[in-house]
Each structure stands twice: as C-alpha cells, then as structure tokens.
C-alpha cells in the first residue's frame, strides 16, 4: 500500500495521467502478477532484458499516445535475440509513422505468457458517477469486443461475489476447462478481482483501470496488459 501510494504521488499533476509504465508496478505492490520485463530507451538495453528471459519475448511500443498498441503493429510477439536490435528499431518506426510526435516512452520487454494454455480475460475498473467504483470482468483478448461477455459489481467485492463472477459470464465452462483443455486457476482470477478492487477502493485517484488481458493460466494468472488513468 506505501508503495502503491508512492507510485501515485510520483504521477501526481502529471500531464498525462495515462499510465503504462508505473501501472505494472502498482498491480505488483497490490499483488497481482505480471510478466517479468522492463521498459527500456535503446535497442542495446532491450537485448540486455532480453537475455535475461528464457526463450522468445515479446515486445510493445510504451506510449501514453498509442492506446491500443497491436493495432499499429506495436506488438511483436516471440522475438529471438537476435531479432530485438530489429524489432526495436521497427517498433519505433511505427509509432512515428502512426503520430510523427507521440511521446515515446520506449519498448517494453517482456516474458511470453503461454497463451494457449490459459484463457485471456479482462478485469477493469469504472468509476460511475452514479454507483461508484464498477469492476467489470469478462472474456479479454481479441474477443471482448465481439463478445461483449462481462459482468459488474460495486468495489468493494467480498471473495463470494468475485468468485460468482467467474462463474456467472457465458464463457465460465471456458474457465473450467472446455474440450479437454485443463482448467485454469479460477482461484487466482478470483483473487486478481479482490485485490484490484482493494486497490481501487484504496486509491479513489485511480479513476479508470483496465487489465486486458489477464491470461489465466492452470497455475497461476498472469496482467500482461494494463492501462491505467488517475485523477
Ligand atoms: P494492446 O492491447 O495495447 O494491443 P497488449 O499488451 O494487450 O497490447 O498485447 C496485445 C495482445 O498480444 C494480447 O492480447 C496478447 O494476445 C498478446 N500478448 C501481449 N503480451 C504478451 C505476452 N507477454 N505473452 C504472450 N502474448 C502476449
Ligand atoms: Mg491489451
């Protein structure tokens, strides 16, 4: 909680008060896992990240300009060593191309999440001028458009109401292991929904939060995207 308050008063009477960088840390001071990885402002310093990760990263341009990153290609996923040098170069040249003067923050590089063996899903907060702090949860990914699966509560959720809404979106038997896949950790889901709405309900700066998506996995769950706006 120190912690978390101390990455928001760092952010205080900022001009741009959404936040990609100082979002991943506030999840972690509440708790919520994230994908190991950094944000980093040259290629070399990215390559140096990346040898720290087993395997493949993936990497995204960091811009309070671009909101939704894959859609201007800032998203590359699976990108070897040797291709990071590349692939930062590109990323950079995209976001340009997109808007010549976003403020550009840098790459962040990040662990791959096993997406085929979890399940994406999205967790967020709205703050509704008539009912308060609303968290939402529902099926994340390329699908929540299209699928509009969510549900609501008012923050705060006691642990049977976070859980009832793991239970209560259509895709749920996703959740439970459809087709022969393994379940995933609906315990961690569960507890994902407690601590950001014990975040929210902390910090009534944090006017908007969006965690999409939270990849649930068989063991574990996973904030690979988050987006932040405070007051
Ligand atoms: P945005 O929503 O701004 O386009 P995301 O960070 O959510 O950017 O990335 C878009 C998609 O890329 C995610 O929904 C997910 O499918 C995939 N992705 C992002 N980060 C990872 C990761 N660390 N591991 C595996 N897949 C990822
Ligand atoms: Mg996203």
Redesign the pocket.
């Given at each position: 909680r120190e912690r978390a308050r101390d990455i928001l008063e760092s952010v205080e009477g900022r001009d741009d008060t959404r936040l990609g960088v100082e979002a991943m840390d506030l999840l972690d001071a509440y708790g919520i896992e994230t994908?190991q990885g950094e944000i980093v402002d040259s290629p070399g310093d990215a390559l140096d990240v990346a040898e720290t990760i087993d395997g493949g990263v993936?990497m995204?341009i960091v811009s309070p300009d671009i909101?939704?990153?894959?859609?201007i290609g800032g998203?590359k996923?699976g990108v070897e060593n040797e291709d990071v040098y590349d692939a930062y170069e590109d990323l950079i040249t995209r976001a340009r191309n997109y808007q010549p003067d976003a403020n550009i923050i840098g790459v962040q590089v990040?662990?791959?999440?096993d997406?085929d063996a979890g399940v994406?899903t999205i967790v967020g907060m709205n703050r509704d001028p008539q009912f308060g702090p609303l968290l939402m949860f529902g099926l994340g990914?390329?699908f929540v458009e299209v699928m509009e699966d969510t549900t609501f509560r008012v923050a705060p959720v006691a642990e049977n109401e976070a859980h009832a809404m793991t239970e209560e979106i259509d895709s749920a038997p996703l959740l439970r292991g459809a087709r022969g896949r393994d379940p995933v950790d609906v315990d961690e889901v569960t507890e994902t929904i407690q601590r950001l709405s014990q975040l929210v309900t902390d910090f009534p700066a944090i006017l908007e939060l969006d965690i999409?998506?939270l990849v649930a996995l068989p063991d574990g769950a996973q904030a690979?995207?988050v987006r932040l706006t405070v007051d």
């Amino acid at each position: 909680r120190e912690r978390a308050r101390d990455i928001l008063e760092s952010v205080e009477g900022r001009d741009d008060t959404r936040l990609g960088v100082e979002a991943m840390d506030l999840l972690d001071a509440y708790g919520i896992e994230t994908p190991q990885g950094e944000i980093v402002d040259s290629p070399g310093d990215a390559l140096d990240v990346a040898e720290t990760i087993d395997g493949g990263v993936v990497m995204k341009i960091v811009s309070p300009d671009i909101l939704h990153k894959s859609d201007i290609g800032g998203v590359k996923v699976g990108v070897e060593n040797e291709d990071v040098y590349d692939a930062y170069e590109d990323l950079i040249t995209r976001a340009r191309n997109y808007q010549p003067d976003a403020n550009i923050i840098g790459v962040q590089v990040q662990e791959m999440v096993d997406l085929d063996a979890g399940v994406e899903t999205i967790v967020g907060m709205n703050r509704d001028p008539q009912f308060g702090p609303l968290l939402m949860f529902g099926l994340g990914g390329i699908f929540v458009e299209v699928m509009e699966d969510t549900t609501f509560r008012v923050a705060p959720v006691a642990e049977n109401e976070a859980h009832a809404m793991t239970e209560e979106i259509d895709s749920a038997p996703l959740l439970r292991g459809a087709r022969g896949r393994d379940p995933v950790d609906v315990d961690e889901v569960t507890e994902t929904i407690q601590r950001l709405s014990q975040l929210v309900t902390d910090f009534p700066a944090i006017l908007e939060l969006d965690i999409n998506p939270l990849v649930a996995l068989p063991d574990g769950a996973q904030a690979v995207d988050v987006r932040l706006t405070v007051d």
